[in-house]
């Protein structure tokens, strides 16, 4: 664990950099503290578009160390005022015109695991010429891809490039973000548009990711410290027709006190091998607004929700009505 230093000298504050990653990433490390036994809170990080946040990093050539709100008392510097110069050192780093495989889709060039901070950037990312607004991927830390959200040959080029760098062992979100403002948001397709099967792909791939990782924390957590939770898996769907995976969880008929992730679907029982029906999965918002009553959120991230008993034969009854409505 990173241990706070007295002052920050010039050469520290000129190694400072914005650390752009999945939310999941700073609280898992938050997580790990805790098994640790350690105090610290783990490294502050401002949240970015929801599924994203931006934390700090001291990074001399490949050694990457992650600021703490001690070291920053320590400095008596402000997480904001870090933040600010650390972006004006990013900025200075970053300076490479972008790659273009395909017209309006730009590719971040300079692959040296600070790609994806450049996100941070957004005087950079309106520099790009797109149609509509400017999206943006994060596959992995050494890939930034924008383009426009009225641009579909460019929307599926960059799910294509996505899908790839994703799977890198440098992953970081399949979660597409739009600007608006100086600010990220959530963006995905609408519904029939030719890339919204692809980008659902990228978002299950990435939910399946960050839910198991923070699974096996859990596990470890629970373990330790003797709380009786059972921390339900995400699965994955084949893909359909479209070629889009689906994530979906269990509620089983006995749940005692178990923690489900929010999934694309729940299946209602006990499943009979790892492969669940899909016509059987009832779809996240339809359980939540039938038996909403039974869920109650763990306020984590990602999100768990707490059920203790399995919804009653009325309530069932009201499930499939609305799963499959007349």
Same mark, same amino acid.
């Given at each position: 664990?990173?241990?706070?230093?007295?002052?920050?000298?010039?050469?520290?504050?000129?190694?400072?950099?914005?650390?752009?990653?999945?939310?999941?990433?700073?609280?898992?490390?938050?997580?790990?503290?805790?098994?640790?036994?350690?105090?610290?809170?783990?490294?502050?990080?401002?949240?970015l578009?929801?599924?994203?946040?931006?934390?700090?990093?001291?990074?001399?050539?490949?050694?990457?160390?992650?600021?703490?709100?001690?070291?920053?008392?320590?400095?008596?510097?402000?997480?904001?005022?870090?933040?600010?110069?650390?972006?004006?050192?990013?900025?200075?780093?970053s300076?490479?015109?972008?790659?273009?495989?395909?017209?309006?889709?730009?590719v971040?060039?300079?692959?040296?695991?600070?790609?994806c901070?450049?996100?941070?950037?957004?005087?950079?990312?309106?520099?790009?010429k797109?149609?509509?607004?400017?999206?943006?991927?994060?596959?992995?830390? @050494? =890939?930034?891809?924008?383009? %426009?959200?009225?641009? #579909? !040959?460019?929307?599926?080029?960059?799910?294509?490039? &996505?899908?790839? *760098?994703?799977?890198?062992?440098?992953?970081?979100?399949? @979660? =597409?973000?739009?600007?608006? %403002?100086?600010?990220? #948001? !959530?963006?995905?397709?609408?519904?029939?548009?030719? &890339?919204?099967? *692809?980008?659902?792909?990228?978002?299950?791939?990435?939910?399946?990711?960050?839910?198991?990782?923070?699974k096996?924390?859990?596990?470890?957590?629970?373990?330790?410290?003797?709380?009786?939770?059972?921390?339900?898996?995400?699965?994955?769907?084949?893909?359909?027709?479209?070629?889009?995976?689906?994530?979906?969880?269990?509620?089983?008929?006995?749940p005692?006190?178990?923690?489900?992730?929010?999934?694309?679907?729940?299946?209602?029982?006990?499943?009979?091998?790892?492969?669940?029906?899909?016509?059987s999965?009832?779809?996240?918002?339809?359980?939540?607004?039938?038996?909403?009553?039974?869920?109650?959120?763990?306020?984590?991230?990602?999100?768990?929700?707490?059920?203790?008993?399995?919804?009653?034969?009325?309530?069932?009854?009201?499930?499939?009505?609305?799963?499959?409505?007349?």
């Open positions: 664990m990173p241990h706070p230093v007295s002052a920050p000298s010039r050469a520290t504050r000129s190694h400072l950099l914005p650390c752009v990653r999945d939310r999941t990433t700073f609280e898992l490390l938050t997580l790990q503290f805790r098994l640790a036994g350690e105090e610290d809170p783990g490294p502050p990080a401002q949240p578009a929801e599924h994203l946040a931006v934390g700090l990093i001291h990074a001399v050539g490949d050694t990457l160390e992650h600021i703490t709100d001690d070291m920053l008392e320590s400095w008596g510097v402000s997480f904001d005022e870090a933040l600010a110069g650390a972006r004006d050192g990013l900025w200075r780093i300076n490479e015109r972008f790659e273009q495989p395909l017209p309006g889709l730009y971040s060039p300079w692959r040296d695991g600070h790609d901070s450049c996100l941070f950037l957004h005087d950079l990312i309106w520099q790009l797109v149609k509509g607004d400017h999206v943006a991927l994060v596959p992995n830390c @050494n =890939a930034l891809l924008v383009t %426009g959200s009225d641009d #579909e !040959p460019g929307l599926l080029g960059m799910a294509r490039l &996505a899908r790839n *760098a994703i799977l890198e062992p440098v992953g970081v979100s399949g @979660n =597409a973000v739009r600007l608006s %403002g100086n600010h990220w #948001e !959530p963006f995905m397709p609408p519904p029939h548009h030719p &890339a919204h099967a *692809a980008f659902r792909t990228l978002r299950a791939i990435s939910v399946t990711s960050e839910y198991t990782q923070q096996d924390l859990l596990d470890l957590l629970y373990a330790k410290t003797g709380e009786g939770y059972a921390v339900a898996e995400v699965q994955q769907s084949e893909a359909d027709e479209a070629g889009e995976l689906s994530t979906a969880t269990v509620w089983p008929e006995r005692g006190a178990t923690l489900l992730p929010r999934t694309d679907g729940v299946f209602f029982g006990e499943p009979n091998s790892d492969e669940l029906d899909k016509g999965i009832v779809e996240w918002e339809v359980a939540q607004r039938v038996v909403g009553e039974l869920m109650t959120p763990m306020g984590i991230y990602p999100e768990r929700y707490l059920v203790s008993r399995f919804p009653s034969v009325e309530q069932m009854k009201a499930i499939r009505a609305a799963h499959h409505p007349a």
